[in-house]
């Protein structure tokens, strides 16, 4: 019964390995007509899809199926990028006596990957400005959450790992699959870095990750990539930036030239924004609130700041701001226009990934990172309470307490948004805080 697998997927802990962490019971508890997987992986550098739709093609398939069962889904369509070809061959040859299922082959460019991007791609379907794929039939996935189903399902397993590219200045790289609350760290040092804090370090991918603080924080379920570069390089500068700095530039440096709009996913889509509009309000001082506003459909994929602008401005990182600004103050998006016309020259506009990846100056980067078959052992680790949308996990366990691993340690609190989590090593736990449960191994078999 779908509740059966639903309470499966809650007791789990699955939440959308390939995003924002989203809750995977939630997403799956609805009616579908389609199950589109996002397999695009259009960041630059990043290279976990790719692989585990090859070396894990038996769960992934069958946690797609498990997926359009629950949702009563008729079809599921894997969206995948033609220069992936070993992957793409694999996957036609495990779809081949599947009539519900089929393989679309996505052009590469960048945001492939973004979640309404990827469905108008793969189904001509368009998400209402400020709406979410469900509203037009479809459920959006990414291929390790498809994964985690299957193994929990068929095979009772909780999320107690994730797999990690770790790319850019680093002696080997290379993808790796740990245990969830492992110390970036120690993941970093698996591909030959010795002295992490002498590098800037991307949490995610080169256009939308943001800066990682501290390499001793904890790896979580969400954790894609790590993209280590010299302090020196423009994208570990452009993130260090203050806002103050941020502010001034876009006051003084804007040139209203309106790439920003011309290259927006989302305006291209049809969707009411127009960054530049945005910048120009801010730069002459201009309370024009409807126009600040456009900033709510912002979808943050860093075109605008990383590629579009020619004085290297920040729009994204306004919008987020104003997000919040604006939300303090009560106000609400925009309404969505009333017709939502996609761009008749979006397709011409539509950036080539290597065009990405030259602008970003990672081309000397851009390199193979294989799947280690590695079994990796950590003697501490640190899961996060929150790793996901919704309220923190609330601790089941005490001080003191053996766990071997896949045991429950975090509750959802009731009535709440929220995903349980797991013992990822076994062992004693010797710490809980506001933030996380430390678990050193020992007292039980790992």
Do not use: W
Not at 44 to 70: H, S, T, Y
Not at 182 to 206: M, Q
Not at 229 to 252: A, G
Not at 325 to 331: C, D, E, I, M, Y
């Amino acid at each position: 019964m779908a509740s059966d697998v639903l309470t499966t997927i809650k007791n789990a802990g699955i939440v959308g390995a390939g995003g924002a962490g989203f809750p995977s019971h939630v997403k799956f508890n609805a009616k579908a007509e389609v199950i589109v997987v996002n397999g695009a992986e259009c960041e630059p550098l990043i290279r976990v899809d790719q692989q585990l739709m090859i070396v894990e093609i038996k769960a992934f398939i069958r946690g797609l199926e498990i997926a359009m069962a629950v949702t009563e889904a008729q079809e599921g369509i894997i969206a995948i990028k033609g220069k992936h070809k070993e992957a793409i061959a694999t996957l036609a040859e495990a779809v081949a006596d599947k009539d519900n299922i089929r393989i679309h082959i996505l052009d590469d460019f960048y945001p492939a990957g973004d979640e309404q991007v990827t469905l108008y791609e793969a189904t001509g379907r368009q998400v209402p400005q400020g709406g979410i794929p469900i509203q037009v039939g479809a459920v959006v996935t990414n291929v390790e959450t498809l994964i985690n189903v299957a193994q929990a399902v068929d095979e009772g397993k909780a999320v107690t790992e994730t797999y990690i590219t770790v790319n850019g200045h680093v002696p080997q790289p290379l993808t790796v699959k740990v245990p969830v609350g492992v110390s970036v760290r120690e993941v970093l040092a698996l591909a030959g870095v010795k002295n992490a804090d002498a590098y800037g370090i991307i949490d995610g991918g080169p256009m939308m990750g943001g800066l990682l603080k501290n390499p001793d924080e904890p790896v979580q379920k969400t954790s894609k990539a790590y993209i280590v570069l010299p302090q020196d390089h423009y994208l570990i500068r452009i993130r260090n930036l203050s806002l103050k700095t941020i502010s001034k530039e876009t006051q003084t440096a804007c040139l209203q030239c309106r790439y920003c709009t011309d290259l927006c996913p989302r305006f291209l889509l049809g969707h009411t924004i127009e960054p530049h509009r945005i910048m120009r309000a801010l730069k002459y001082g201009e309370v024009a609130e409807d126009v600040l506003r456009m900033a709510f459909t912002c979808c943050e994929c860093g075109m605008c700041e990383q590629f579009a602008c020619p004085a290297h401005i920040s729009p994204k990182t306004v919008n987020v701001q104003l997000k919040k600004q604006l939300a303090a103050k009560g106000l609400k998006p925009l309404d969505k226009p009333e017709p939502q016309i996609v761009h008749p020259r979006r397709g011409e506009r539509r950036v080539p990934s290597k065009r990405i990846v030259g602008r970003l100056n990672l081309s000397k980067y851009d390199l193979p990172a294989p799947l280690s078959v590695e079994e990796y052992t950590f003697d501490t680790i640190q899961v996060p309470l929150k790793q996901h949308v919704g309220a923190p996990a609330i601790p089941i366990v005490k001080v003191g307490d053996v766990v071997k691993r896949g045991d429950m340690i975090g509750d959802i609190p009731e009535k709440a948004l929220g995903a349980t989590i797991h013992a990822s090593i076994g062992g004693t736990v010797t710490a809980i805080t506001d933030s996380a449960i430390v678990i050193k191994a020992g007292g039980e078999h790992r």
